[in-house]
């Protein structure tokens, strides 16, 4: 099993320019997560899902939107980036409680 | 509101000794509670984690203790290796309906152990 898995590891983006996070989990889990971590703090839930077709906001999910059309893959979707979306993004699954992270995503917005 | 707090920023340790990390929760629906360990460049991973219904849990090197009226729990790493050294960060669950399964993390704990 790959596990979690997340696409890019790594982008810079200018101001206003539009992007896609991807996630993919291999473990048939029902919930899914999307964490930002900014430096010397916590993670900050974006958005999360409790099944296909079913998501919804986190503490922080302005500037942010997502979508689950099947159960294995749970993209993130920037509009409008700002630099205040700059951040490490990670992508969580679990069966219950117990969250399996991806690698991360750095972000940069310049 | 942070609902949960750790607030150690950083911690080090001399290999071989004892490391505790501590973690403090205002909420008192808080059920579980869970500690992960993060890698530079890494994703968080599961480390341990207990009921609120227990005290004590065990596991090899790494003990979690629940003090539920002081809202307290702590991680005890014995004997403590250089590659315990990553930031430990402490999660809590808030008992919900069914279908709601979100964490609330702490900021985190930066262990450096000293060989």
């Known amino acids: 099993n790959a596990g979690v898995t997340q696409t890019p590891k790594f982008r810079i983006l200018k101001i206003g320019q539009s992007m896609t996070l991807q996630c993919t989990q291999d473990?048939?889990?029902?919930?899914m997560y999307w964490y930002r971590q900014d430096p010397g703090m916590g993670l900050k839930l974006i958005y999360y899902?409790?099944?296909?077709?079913?998501?919804d906001k986190g503490e922080v999910p302005n500037g942010y939107n997502v979508s689950r059309s099947t159960t294995e893959d749970f993209p993130l979707r920037l509009e409008l980036a700002a630099p205040s979306q700059t951040s490490v993004y990670f992508c969580?699954?679990?069966?219950?409680?117990?969250?399996?992270f991806g690698p991360g995503t750095r972000l940069t917005v310049l | 509101d942070q609902q949960v707090k750790q607030n150690s920023p950083s911690l080090s340790v001399q290999e071989g000794r004892i490391s505790i990390l501590n973690c403090d929760y205002t909420?008192?629906?808080?059920?579980?509670f869970l500690w992960y360990k993060k890698y530079p460049a890494e994703g968080p991973t599961f480390l341990i984690s207990?009921?609120?219904?227990?005290d004590k849990n065990e596991d090899g090197r790494f003990t979690v203790f629940l003090n539920k009226s002081a809202k307290h729990l702590s991680l005890h790493i014995v004997p403590s290796q250089p590659g315990d050294s990553a930031v430990y960060f402490c999660a809590a669950r808030r008992q919900t309906n069914f279908g709601n399964e979100k964490l609330t993390f702490g900021t985190g704990t930066r262990l450096t152990i000293i060989p």
């Open positions: 473990m048939n889990h029902n919930y």
């Open positions: 899902s409790v099944g296909a077709g079913i998501t």
């Open positions: 207990i009921s609120s219904i227990k």
């Open positions: 969580a699954s679990s069966f219950r409680w117990e969250q399996f």
């Open positions: 909420n008192s629906m808080f059920d579980y």
